[in-house]
Protein backbone atom coordinates (compact mmCIF):
# COMPACT_ATOMS: atom_id res chain seq x y z
CA UNK A 1 0.00 0.00 0.00
CA UNK A 2 1.61 3.30 -1.32
CA UNK A 3 2.43 5.81 1.54
CA UNK A 4 0.54 8.78 0.85
CA UNK A 5 2.54 11.75 0.13
CA UNK A 6 2.61 14.70 2.53
CA UNK A 7 0.60 18.38 2.37
CA UNK A 8 2.79 20.90 -0.14
CA UNK A 9 4.86 18.29 -1.76
CA UNK A 10 3.97 19.26 -5.48
CA UNK A 11 4.19 23.08 -4.41
CA UNK A 12 7.83 22.75 -3.13
CA UNK A 13 8.68 20.63 -6.60
CA UNK A 14 7.33 23.39 -8.74
CA UNK A 15 9.38 26.08 -6.48
CA UNK A 16 12.72 24.24 -6.65
CA UNK A 17 12.09 23.84 -10.80
CA UNK A 18 11.54 27.82 -11.41
CA UNK A 19 14.40 28.10 -9.41
CA UNK A 20 16.82 26.13 -11.15
CA UNK A 21 15.16 27.77 -14.38
CA UNK A 22 16.13 31.36 -13.00
CA UNK A 23 19.45 30.09 -12.35
CA UNK A 24 20.35 28.59 -15.84
CA UNK A 25 19.03 31.59 -17.33
CA UNK A 26 20.88 33.79 -15.25
CA UNK A 27 23.96 32.18 -15.98
CA UNK A 28 23.25 32.35 -19.86
CA UNK A 29 22.97 36.18 -19.63
CA UNK A 30 26.39 36.24 -17.43
CA UNK A 31 28.29 34.25 -20.05
CA UNK A 32 26.95 36.33 -23.01
CA UNK A 33 28.03 39.56 -21.52
CA UNK A 34 31.24 37.96 -20.83
CA UNK A 35 31.48 37.22 -24.35
CA UNK A 36 30.67 40.68 -25.69
CA UNK A 37 32.62 42.47 -23.70
CA UNK A 38 36.33 40.65 -24.73
CA UNK A 39 35.40 41.45 -28.39
CA UNK A 40 34.72 45.34 -28.12
CA UNK A 41 31.76 48.07 -26.63
CA UNK A 42 28.66 47.18 -26.90
CA UNK A 43 27.16 49.10 -29.52
CA UNK A 44 30.36 49.04 -31.68
CA UNK A 45 30.26 46.80 -34.29
CA UNK A 46 33.32 45.73 -36.13
CA UNK A 47 33.39 47.75 -39.43
CA UNK A 48 33.28 45.56 -42.50
CA UNK A 49 36.53 45.07 -44.08
CA UNK A 50 37.77 47.59 -46.66
CA UNK A 51 38.04 46.17 -50.27
CA UNK A 52 41.72 46.82 -52.17
CA UNK A 53 41.89 49.43 -54.89
CA UNK A 54 41.88 48.69 -58.30
CA UNK A 55 45.32 48.30 -59.87
CA UNK A 56 45.31 51.15 -61.98
CA UNK A 57 44.48 53.57 -58.55
CA UNK A 58 47.37 55.62 -57.06
CA UNK A 59 46.54 58.25 -54.05
CA UNK A 60 47.36 61.63 -54.56
CA UNK A 61 50.74 62.51 -52.79
CA UNK A 62 49.01 65.61 -51.49
CA UNK A 63 45.56 67.39 -52.30
CA UNK A 64 46.18 70.64 -53.97
CA UNK A 65 43.38 73.18 -52.95
CA UNK A 66 40.54 74.10 -54.94
CA UNK A 67 41.71 76.40 -57.83
CA UNK A 68 41.12 80.12 -56.73
CA UNK A 69 38.28 81.85 -58.94
CA UNK A 70 39.80 84.38 -61.32
CA UNK A 71 38.70 87.76 -60.65
CA UNK A 72 36.28 89.60 -63.22
CA UNK A 73 37.87 92.28 -65.03
CA UNK A 74 36.40 96.02 -64.23
CA UNK A 75 33.57 96.84 -66.57
CA UNK A 76 34.52 98.60 -69.86
CA UNK A 77 34.52 102.26 -70.02
CA UNK A 78 32.25 103.75 -72.55
CA UNK A 79 33.49 104.88 -76.12
CA UNK A 80 34.00 108.69 -75.87
CA UNK A 81 31.01 110.77 -76.88
CA UNK A 82 31.18 114.34 -79.31
CA UNK A 83 32.88 117.02 -77.96
CA UNK A 84 30.34 119.21 -76.59
CA UNK A 85 29.78 122.72 -78.02
CA UNK A 86 30.75 125.03 -77.38
CA UNK A 87 33.92 123.93 -76.05
CA UNK A 88 33.27 124.02 -71.85
CA UNK A 89 37.14 125.15 -72.11
CA UNK A 90 37.10 128.34 -73.30
CA UNK A 91 38.11 131.60 -71.34
CA UNK A 92 37.16 134.19 -73.94
CA UNK A 93 38.89 137.36 -74.35
CA UNK A 94 42.61 137.12 -74.75
CA UNK A 95 45.66 139.46 -73.84
CA UNK A 96 47.97 139.50 -77.17
CA UNK A 97 51.39 141.11 -77.01
CA UNK A 98 54.64 141.04 -79.29
CA UNK A 99 57.25 142.07 -76.95
CA UNK A 100 58.73 139.19 -76.14
CA UNK A 101 60.71 136.84 -77.92
CA UNK A 102 59.66 132.88 -78.33
CA UNK A 103 61.24 130.30 -77.92
CA UNK A 104 59.74 127.25 -79.96
CA UNK A 105 61.60 124.56 -77.64
CA UNK A 106 59.61 126.34 -74.42
CA UNK A 107 56.19 126.33 -76.62
CA UNK A 108 56.64 122.69 -77.41
CA UNK A 109 57.35 121.60 -73.53
CA UNK A 110 53.88 123.76 -72.30
CA UNK A 111 51.95 121.71 -75.13
CA UNK A 112 52.51 118.23 -74.65
CA UNK A 113 49.90 117.07 -76.17
CA UNK A 114 50.53 118.18 -79.57
CA UNK A 115 52.18 115.44 -81.36
CA UNK A 116 54.92 116.00 -84.61
CA UNK A 117 54.15 117.59 -87.48
CA UNK A 118 51.47 120.17 -85.43
CA UNK A 119 48.82 117.36 -84.97
CA UNK A 120 46.50 117.06 -82.03
CA UNK A 121 43.14 115.79 -80.95
CA UNK A 122 41.42 115.48 -77.92
CA UNK A 123 41.49 112.64 -75.51
CA UNK A 124 38.36 112.44 -73.61
CA UNK A 125 36.00 113.83 -76.34
CA UNK A 126 35.42 113.31 -80.17
CA UNK A 127 36.06 116.63 -82.28
CA UNK A 128 33.01 117.37 -83.95
CA UNK A 129 35.62 118.33 -87.29
CA UNK A 130 39.04 117.26 -88.26
CA UNK A 131 40.97 121.00 -89.71
CA UNK A 132 43.70 121.35 -91.31
CA UNK A 133 45.26 125.08 -90.97
CA UNK A 134 47.35 125.66 -93.85
CA UNK A 135 49.52 128.83 -93.27
CA UNK A 136 51.40 130.34 -96.98
CA UNK A 137 55.22 131.13 -95.68
CA UNK A 138 58.39 133.03 -96.73
CA UNK A 139 60.61 134.00 -94.79
CA UNK A 140 58.02 134.86 -91.96
CA UNK A 141 60.08 133.11 -89.33
CA UNK A 142 59.40 135.23 -86.00
CA UNK A 143 55.67 135.92 -86.97
CA UNK A 144 55.33 132.07 -87.34
CA UNK A 145 56.90 131.81 -83.65
CA UNK A 146 54.30 133.81 -82.18
CA UNK A 147 51.56 132.27 -84.31
CA UNK A 148 52.54 129.16 -82.31
CA UNK A 149 53.00 130.36 -78.89
CA UNK A 150 48.92 131.77 -79.43
CA UNK A 151 47.14 129.73 -81.23
CA UNK A 152 47.86 125.89 -80.05
CA UNK A 153 46.80 126.38 -76.50
CA UNK A 154 43.37 127.89 -78.15
CA UNK A 155 42.86 125.26 -80.82
CA UNK A 156 43.40 122.56 -77.91
CA UNK A 157 40.68 124.54 -75.75
CA UNK A 158 38.36 124.69 -78.80
CA UNK A 159 38.83 120.46 -78.65
CA UNK A 160 39.50 120.44 -82.03
CA UNK A 161 41.40 117.28 -83.89
CA UNK A 162 43.45 119.44 -85.98
CA UNK A 163 47.00 119.92 -88.23
CA UNK A 164 48.85 122.78 -88.38
CA UNK A 165 50.79 123.24 -92.58
CA UNK A 166 52.88 125.82 -93.20
CA UNK A 167 53.46 125.58 -96.59
CA UNK A 168 56.83 127.54 -97.62
CA UNK A 169 56.85 129.42 -101.52
CA UNK A 170 60.58 128.50 -102.49
CA UNK A 171 62.58 130.51 -104.80
CA UNK A 172 62.94 134.63 -105.35
CA UNK A 173 59.39 134.59 -107.27
CA UNK A 174 56.22 137.08 -106.56
CA UNK A 175 54.76 135.97 -103.87
CA UNK A 176 51.36 133.93 -104.54
CA UNK A 177 49.04 133.09 -101.44
CA UNK A 178 46.39 131.87 -102.93
CA UNK A 179 48.19 129.41 -105.14
CA UNK A 180 50.09 128.09 -101.54
CA UNK A 181 45.97 127.81 -100.43
CA UNK A 182 45.64 125.23 -103.19
CA UNK A 183 48.82 123.37 -102.51
CA UNK A 184 48.08 123.16 -98.62
CA UNK A 185 44.28 121.97 -99.65
CA UNK A 186 45.98 119.55 -101.86
CA UNK A 187 48.94 117.56 -99.37
CA UNK A 188 47.11 118.27 -96.20
CA UNK A 189 44.30 115.78 -97.86
CA UNK A 190 47.21 113.16 -98.47
CA UNK A 191 48.23 112.64 -95.11
CA UNK A 192 44.54 112.56 -92.94
CA UNK A 193 40.73 113.04 -94.18
CA UNK A 194 40.32 116.48 -92.99
CA UNK A 195 36.81 117.93 -93.69
CA UNK A 196 37.23 121.33 -92.73
CA UNK A 197 40.09 123.90 -93.58
CA UNK A 198 41.35 127.09 -92.21
CA UNK A 199 43.26 129.78 -94.52
CA UNK A 200 45.73 131.70 -92.36
CA UNK A 201 48.35 134.37 -92.59
CA UNK A 202 50.83 134.14 -90.18
CA UNK A 203 50.97 137.65 -88.51
CA UNK A 204 47.19 137.15 -87.61
CA UNK A 205 46.40 136.34 -83.55
CA UNK A 206 42.75 136.40 -82.63
CA UNK A 207 41.78 137.72 -79.30
CA UNK A 208 39.10 135.88 -78.32
CA UNK A 209 39.29 131.99 -78.38
CA UNK A 210 35.30 131.39 -79.02
CA UNK A 211 36.19 132.55 -82.29
CA UNK A 212 35.86 129.10 -83.15
CA UNK A 213 38.51 127.54 -86.30
CA UNK A 214 35.74 125.82 -87.65
CA UNK A 215 33.47 125.41 -90.82
CA UNK A 216 29.81 126.29 -90.93
CA UNK A 217 27.41 125.77 -93.04
CA UNK A 218 28.52 129.04 -95.04
CA UNK A 219 32.15 129.90 -95.66
CA UNK A 220 32.99 131.21 -92.69
CA UNK A 221 35.34 134.66 -92.34
CA UNK A 222 37.30 134.63 -88.72
CA UNK A 223 39.53 138.14 -88.82
CA UNK A 224 36.71 140.34 -89.02
CA UNK A 225 37.65 143.12 -86.50
CA UNK A 226 41.44 143.40 -87.21
CA UNK A 227 43.27 146.05 -85.14
CA UNK A 228 45.04 146.69 -88.80
CA UNK A 229 41.36 148.64 -89.54
CA UNK A 230 40.35 150.26 -86.23
CA UNK A 231 38.82 146.49 -85.32
CA UNK A 232 35.96 147.27 -87.97
CA UNK A 233 35.44 145.17 -91.13
CA UNK A 234 37.04 147.51 -93.75
CA UNK A 235 34.05 146.77 -96.48
CA UNK A 236 31.61 144.51 -96.69
CA UNK A 237 33.28 141.76 -99.26
CA UNK A 238 36.25 141.44 -97.44
CA UNK A 239 37.12 137.55 -97.13
CA UNK A 240 41.46 138.24 -96.55
CA UNK A 241 42.99 137.21 -93.22
CA UNK A 242 41.16 133.94 -91.79
CA UNK A 243 39.02 132.25 -93.59
CA UNK A 244 37.49 128.55 -92.95
CA UNK A 245 35.67 126.87 -95.73
CA UNK A 246 34.91 122.87 -95.38
CA UNK A 247 36.17 120.55 -98.01
CA UNK A 248 33.16 120.38 -100.14
CA UNK A 249 32.70 124.67 -99.89
CA UNK A 250 36.14 124.23 -101.05
CA UNK A 251 35.52 122.04 -103.95
CA UNK A 252 32.71 123.69 -105.30
CA UNK A 253 34.80 126.70 -105.66
CA UNK A 254 37.18 124.90 -107.79
CA UNK A 255 39.25 125.93 -104.65
CA UNK A 256 41.14 129.53 -105.10
CA UNK A 257 42.94 131.22 -107.99
CA UNK A 258 46.20 130.21 -108.94
CA UNK A 259 47.41 133.55 -110.91
CA UNK A 260 47.66 135.89 -108.63
CA UNK A 261 51.06 137.11 -108.34
CA UNK A 262 51.95 139.53 -105.69
CA UNK A 263 50.34 141.50 -103.17
CA UNK A 264 46.46 141.74 -103.08
CA UNK A 265 43.06 140.64 -105.29
CA UNK A 266 43.17 136.75 -104.56
CA UNK A 267 40.60 137.30 -101.45
CA UNK A 268 38.50 139.39 -103.74
CA UNK A 269 38.70 136.91 -106.26
CA UNK A 270 37.34 134.19 -103.32
CA UNK A 271 34.49 136.09 -102.87
CA UNK A 272 33.46 136.06 -106.09
CA UNK A 273 33.67 132.27 -106.30
CA UNK A 274 31.33 131.76 -103.19
CA UNK A 275 29.05 134.30 -104.20
CA UNK A 276 28.92 132.73 -108.13
CA UNK A 277 28.24 129.49 -106.26
CA UNK A 278 25.18 130.40 -104.14
CA UNK A 279 27.20 130.78 -101.09
CA UNK A 280 26.96 133.66 -98.27
CA UNK A 281 29.64 134.61 -95.63
CA UNK A 282 28.98 133.76 -92.06
CA UNK A 283 31.32 135.39 -89.45
CA UNK A 284 31.44 136.36 -85.95
CA UNK A 285 30.26 139.53 -84.27
CA UNK A 286 32.75 142.20 -83.86
CA UNK A 287 33.79 141.38 -80.55
CA UNK A 288 34.56 137.90 -80.62
CA UNK A 289 36.18 138.62 -83.91
CA UNK A 290 38.57 140.64 -82.67
CA UNK A 291 42.24 139.88 -83.96
CA UNK A 292 45.64 141.51 -83.93
CA UNK A 293 48.94 141.87 -86.57
CA UNK A 294 51.97 141.69 -86.08
CA UNK A 295 53.91 145.03 -87.78
CA UNK A 296 56.15 144.45 -90.44
CA UNK A 297 57.32 146.04 -93.47
CA UNK A 298 56.03 144.81 -96.89
CA UNK A 299 57.88 141.70 -98.09
CA UNK A 300 60.26 141.73 -100.93
CA UNK A 301 59.07 139.63 -104.24
CA UNK A 302 55.23 140.82 -102.81
CA UNK A 303 54.34 144.38 -103.96
CA UNK A 304 51.16 144.90 -105.45
CA UNK A 305 49.64 143.31 -108.18
CA UNK A 306 48.93 145.62 -111.16
CA UNK A 307 46.55 142.89 -112.82
CA UNK A 308 44.50 141.99 -109.65
CA UNK A 309 41.69 144.62 -110.48
CA UNK A 310 41.60 143.16 -114.01
CA UNK A 311 41.22 139.47 -112.95
CA UNK A 312 38.56 140.37 -110.05
CA UNK A 313 36.27 141.64 -112.58
CA UNK A 314 36.72 138.43 -114.71
CA UNK A 315 36.00 136.17 -111.90
CA UNK A 316 32.76 134.08 -113.62
CA UNK A 317 34.87 133.39 -116.88
CA UNK A 318 38.39 132.42 -115.38
CA UNK A 319 37.01 130.23 -111.87
CA UNK A 320 36.22 126.86 -113.97
CA UNK A 321 39.57 127.13 -115.61
CA UNK A 322 41.97 128.71 -112.96
CA UNK A 323 41.97 126.71 -109.66
CA UNK A 324 42.42 122.83 -108.16
CA UNK A 325 41.78 121.55 -111.63
CA UNK A 326 44.66 123.35 -113.00
CA UNK A 327 47.29 123.33 -109.86
CA UNK A 328 50.75 121.99 -110.51
CA UNK A 329 53.76 122.41 -108.51
CA UNK A 330 56.43 120.26 -107.17
CA UNK A 331 57.08 119.51 -103.54
CA UNK A 332 60.72 119.88 -102.74
CA UNK A 333 60.84 118.81 -98.83
CA UNK A 334 58.74 117.78 -95.92
CA UNK A 335 59.45 118.79 -92.64
CA UNK A 336 58.06 117.70 -89.34
CA UNK A 337 58.62 119.86 -86.58
CA UNK A 338 57.23 119.38 -82.96
CA UNK A 339 54.28 122.07 -83.30
CA UNK A 340 53.93 121.92 -87.59
CA UNK A 341 54.93 120.87 -90.61
CA UNK A 342 56.62 122.81 -93.40
CA UNK A 343 56.19 121.76 -96.62
CA UNK A 344 58.79 123.67 -99.18
CA UNK A 345 57.31 123.74 -102.40
CA UNK A 346 58.49 125.44 -105.66
CA UNK A 347 55.06 126.96 -107.17
CA UNK A 348 56.85 127.93 -110.94
CA UNK A 349 56.79 131.81 -111.76
CA UNK A 350 54.23 134.37 -113.53
CA UNK A 351 55.52 133.36 -116.79
CA UNK A 352 55.34 129.91 -116.51
Known amino acids: MKEPSLPGTSLQRA ?6 FCALHLSATLLYYLAGSALGPPG ?16 PLSRSPPPAARPRPPPASPPPGPCPEPSPLLVGALRVEFFQPVNLEEVARLNPAVKAGGRFAPKNCIALQKVAI ?6 REEHLKYWLYYLHPILQRQQLDYGVYVINQDGEEEFN ?4 LNVGFTEALKEYDY ?24 PRHLSVSMDKFGFRLPYNQYFGGVSALSKEQFTKINGFPNNYWGWGG ?12 GMGISRPDAVIGKCRMIRHSRDRKNEPNPERFDRIAHTRETMSSDGLNTL ?10 PLYTKITVDIGSPNS
Open 15 to 20: CRLLVA
Open 44 to 59: SPEPPPRRPPPANFSL
Open 134 to 139: IIPFRN
Open 177 to 180: RAKL
Open 195 to 218: DCFVFSDVDLIPMDDRNTYKCYSQ
Open 266 to 277: EDDDIYNRLVFK
Open 328 to 337: SYKVLRTDKY
